[in-house]
């Protein structure tokens, strides 16, 4: 008997402000920018890209592009979508005890 397989869908898990909190802090400590634009178009998809363009003024197709795994987004597409998102980017001081660089 063969096992049918489906595709994990990671924006599915993201349905409280806590879970995608954790999702984007986890993301941010990978240091990659390449996997935290990434982490950005999986929440954003989770709220709906529709929602995030709106708000954003940009074009759903230029989200997808802008947060794919090869994407990247320039700094104000960024911040446009974190505060969409509600996703605040903060500077932390090395001796700061949630600094975990």
Do not use: C, W
Not at 46 to 61: P, V
Request: zero cysteines; aromatic letters at 6%.
């Amino acid at each position: 008997m063969t096992e049918k397989l489906t595709t994990y869908d990671p924006a599915e898990d993201l349905a409280s402000e806590e879970a995608t909190a954790l999702f984007m802090a986890e993301a941010f400590k990978t240091g990659d920018v390449g996997y935290i634009a990434h982490a950005l178009g999986i929440v954003a998809r989770a709220k709906g890209m529709n929602q995030i363009a709106s708000q954003t003024g940009l074009s759903r197709e230029q989200l997808y592009r802008s947060f794919s795994e090869q994407g990247n987004p320039t700094l104000k597409t960024t911040i446009k979508v974190m505060k969409a998102l509600g996703i605040e980017l903060t500077a932390l001081l090395p001796t700061s005890p949630a600094f975990s660089g």
